[in-house]
């Protein structure tokens, strides 16, 4: 892949050096960051509407803290600190399954169960900075938590790919069954749509997606680009179809431009930072022309 990603950075430059693109597109890390723009945009958009849906508004931020405590438990198992795949994947797919299995086992709310599930994951976390400190610079964490477009490397870039090649492989075929065990979890049973194996699949989804992301928005800010383009979207559009390419639209401006204007604006704004403030315009405007033009204020109701 990376002669891929070589030829695709050297044609992108060819055409900013010409006054084609914008000039910020000269840098390879702004090609890198552009590139996983595209991927993430359009799957963050689509998986947000089925989170909104389904109400796991707090489950991807749950995954995207507990995404430390991986990182402290494979820089302590010998990863490198700059890519511990490996140890983020696989306690993160724990987490998220661990956590949906305990929901469906017990009666307590799932604001609550997830506050528990976090709250014991940022404990261990915490206390294994004490021993990751020893080995690294603790402050390269800051790049799980908040993102960081300059260290997006072609390896991270083969992570996002497959997981969203992944994603959509199996949530496309899955998506309208996914929707109606959201909707009306009786029916869907009654048409044998296999409900509880489907909300795990989606788990898995959302816990390989977030973890995929972190170096691109930053654990804080996942959660914020998978329900602000999906909520925006909500104020104006009422069919499900267009409720989905909507989101879809507006979390891929979002990355773009997040990307693009602070660097080719010179503007000292992280990233990870922009694109969510990008798409809490978008919201804001939504919200704006739902409270003002009458044939919106049904949408999302």
């Known amino acids: 892949m990376t002669g891929i990603y070589e030829w695709i950075r050297g044609s992108v430059q060819i055409l900013a050096y010409d006054g084609y693109l914008p000039q910020a597109l000269q840098y390879n890390f702004v090609v890198n960051a552009l590139l996983c723009s595209l991927l993430i945009g359009p799957v963050l958009g689509a998986v947000g509407t089925m989170v909104v849906t389904k109400r796991m508004a707090f489950f991807s931020q749950a995954v995207g803290n507990a995404a430390m405590t991986g990182v402290g438990i494979g820089v302590l198992l010998g990863e490198?600190?700059?890519?511990?795949?490996v140890s983020m994947f696989s306690f993160c797919v724990l987490f998220g399954l661990l956590l949906n299995y305990t929901r469906n086992k017990t009666r307590i709310s799932s604001d609550t169960l997830i506050g528990v599930f976090l709250s014991i994951s940022l404990a261990v976390g915490a206390s294994l900075l004490l021993f990751v400190s020893a080995?690294?610079?603790t402050h390269i964490l800051e790049a799980v938590l908040f993102g960081s477009v300059l260290t997006v490397s072609d390896t991270d870039m083969n992570v996002l790919l497959l997981v969203v090649a992944a994603v959509l492989a199996i949530g496309v075929p899955l998506f309208n069954r996914m929707l109606l065990g959201s909707l009306?979890?009786?029916l869907a049973r009654v048409r044998g749509v296999p409900v509880d194996l489907l909300e795990y699949v989606f788990v898995l989804m959302i816990t390989l997606l977030t973890?995929?992301?972190?170096?691109?928005?930053?654990?804080?800010?996942?959660?914020?680009?998978?329900?602000?383009?999906?909520?925006?979207a909500r104020n104006i559009i009422t069919s499900m179809k267009g409720f989905?390419?909507?989101?879809?639209?507006i979390s891929t401006v979002s990355c773009i431009a997040g990307v693009i204007v602070p660097m080719q604006f010179d503007l000292p704004l992280p990233s990870g930072g922009a694109i969510i403030i990008v798409a809490a315009i978008v919201f804001a405007l939504t919200t704006l022309i739902r409270a003002t033009v009458g044939r919106f204020r049904e949408a999302g109701a």
């Open 80 to 85: 490198p600190y700059t890519e511990p795949y």
């Open 135 to 137: 080995k690294v610079n």
């Open 184 to 186: 009306n979890p009786s």
């Open 211 to 232: 973890v995929a992301c972190l170096k691109i928005v930053g654990a804080v800010l996942v959660e914020a680009l998978l329900l602000i383009p999906a909520a925006a």
């Open 244 to 249: 989905v390419f909507v989101s879809m639209a």
